[in-house]
């Protein structure tokens, strides 16, 4: 179970002095991609053959075909280098003889030269809440929809915006270099010039997590980033919340308003048994690096360490030894989450999965379909009017029972998951045996089994000839 349980520790949050983690939010934080027109300063080492040209013509030798003899080349050479460094203002041709520039001569001076040259730097990431620039070419894009949770922009780019911020962009610009050299930082000769203006831009976002607290005394909430520098998305968050809630937002609270009028946090008091039994394990794994852990206490009747552990006994049923898998459940919409349907049809190339549903549930027939299908022959899907919770069943194995409640926060309600955890559970279970009785469930996989043996087709005996 070494990769279960991996997985469930890197979910766990961290501990807040009289405070119980109840959800892990996911949340959206706005950048905006853009491409920049502007002008790049390129400094290198005087090419060789301009610095001998240059000092011939510094002692009087101004003369192409004379600087042509002196060279050894030929005379499409000379003129080919002439060409260029007048393109770069290093000499002026008056009268078919050669000058040197100012340029020229601090190009001597320097030994360097310097070209202006237009570019575009693509892929500048700009972060809405902060204002922080990056490179964006290694950045982990998120897709936002109409549920997603995304803060609102703070910032407004325009070009006002990136001339105030010129050093990141150069910085942003050296680092481009960096990684496109196989040379590294020894290998960066250009740098920014200036910005001449946007040369594209688009809305995108990068996903973070919110954990969401509740005090074990009080409805009094606390929330905490996984990744925060000085707390400047909390900060963010706390004001917008506080005000009108934008559309970004919306999704942050509970919108089933027959879920809000049925459920209230403080009429659900949590059992201490289950909570101590979580403590306890919870404690024991932080061990599981010296090889010490004991598996007991994990597998004790508790609470969940987080609102998505359930989700990982899905993506890791390969190290659970179970017959079938039993899911119960109203909540299909709130329970059945994009990653859990991926994790059931891979189960369902080996395993038989029932899943009994509450009929009345807003779009949960459709999206079982959508994401099940019905052709499968180890899925049963059975509607029913006298769902109440939620219970998952790895027969024999595991039993997970869900409770979706409510908080009350910044004058809305929000939902959470709590899970309770038992890895003691067997098939006598009552719940367990009282749902295959009321369902049928064994008399429905047996007549299907037998419905595909009746239906099988006879492989035709090849004829022999007899001579």
């Known amino acids: 179970m070494d990769k279960l349980i991996d997985s469930i ?5 961290v501990d807040v002095d009289g405070f119980s983690c109840i959800k892990t939010q996911n949340i959206l934080i706005p950048y ?186 009080a409805d009094e909430i606390q929330m905490h980033f996984k990744s925060d520098h000085n707390n400047e998305y909390l900060s ?41 039994a979580r403590n306890v394990a919870k404690e024991e794994l932080k061990k599981k690096d010296d090889h010490n852990m004991n598996l007991d206490l994990f597998k004790s009747r508790r609470y969940s360490f987080s609102d998505k552990e359930y989700i990982n006994y899905f993506i890791f049923s390969d190290e659970i030894i179970f017959d079938r898998l039993i899911i119960y459940t109203n909540r299909i919409n709130n329970i059945l989450t994009k990653q859990v349907f991926q994790e059931l049809n891979r189960i369902l190339k080996k395993k038989t999965v029932v899943i009994i549903y509450d009929k009345d549930e807003f779009r949960a027939k459709e999206n079982l379909e959508y994401f099940l299908g019905n052709t499968n022959i180890n899925l049963f899907v059975i509607p029913s009017e006298n769902v109440k919770k939620t219970l998952v069943f790895f027969e024999s194995s595991l039993k997970i029972e869900i409770e979706q409640r409510i908080i009350k926060a910044f004058n809305k309600s929000i939902s959470y998951l709590t899970a309770i955890i038992d890895f003691k559970c067997n098939k006598s279970d009552s719940e367990f045996t009282h749902i295959l009785s009321e369902f049928n469930i064994d008399s429905k996989i047996s007549q299907r089994k037998n419905d595909q043996v009746i239906n099988k087709p006879q492989k035709k005996r090849k004829k022999i000839n007899q001579r």
């Open 236 to 276: 963010c968050l706390y004001n917008q919340l506080k005000q009108e809630v934008n559309p970004c937002l919306e999704y942050f609270f509970e919108r089933n308003r027959d879920l809000i009028n049925t459920q209230t946090d403080h009429m659900l008091a949590p059992e201490e048994m289950l909570v101590e």
């Open 32 to 217: 905006m991609e853009i491409g920049i027109e502007c002008l790049i300063r390129n400094i290198s080492n005087l090419n060789l053959f301009f610095e001998t040209i240059l000092k011939l013509i510094e002692i009087q030798v101004n003369d192409i075909l004379e600087i042509t003899d002196i060279l050894g080349v030929t005379y499409d050479i000379t003129k080919e280098a002439i060409v260029d460094m007048v393109a770069l203002n290093f000499i002026s041709i008056s009268e078919n003889k050669l000058r040197v520039t100012d340029k020229g001569k601090e190009a001597l001076k320097t030994q360097k030269q310097i070209e202006i040259k237009k570019k575009y730097l693509n892929k500048v990431m700009i972060n809405l809440v902060n204002g922080k620039i990056s490179d964006g070419y290694n950045t982990v894009l998120e897709n936002a929809n109409k549920r997603s949770v995304c803060l609102v922009e703070e910032i407004t780019v325009d070009k006002q915006f990136l001339d105030a911020n010129y050093q990141m962009i150069n910085q942003v610009f050296k680092e481009q270099q960096e990684k496109d050299s196989a040379f590294g930082k020894n290998n960066i000769t250009k740098e920014l010039y200036k910005i001449v203006d946007i040369h594209y831009n688009k809305l995108v976002y990068v996903n973070n997590e919110v954990f969401i607290y509740k005090s074990e005394g």
């Open 9 to 13: 520790k890197s979910q766990i949050p």
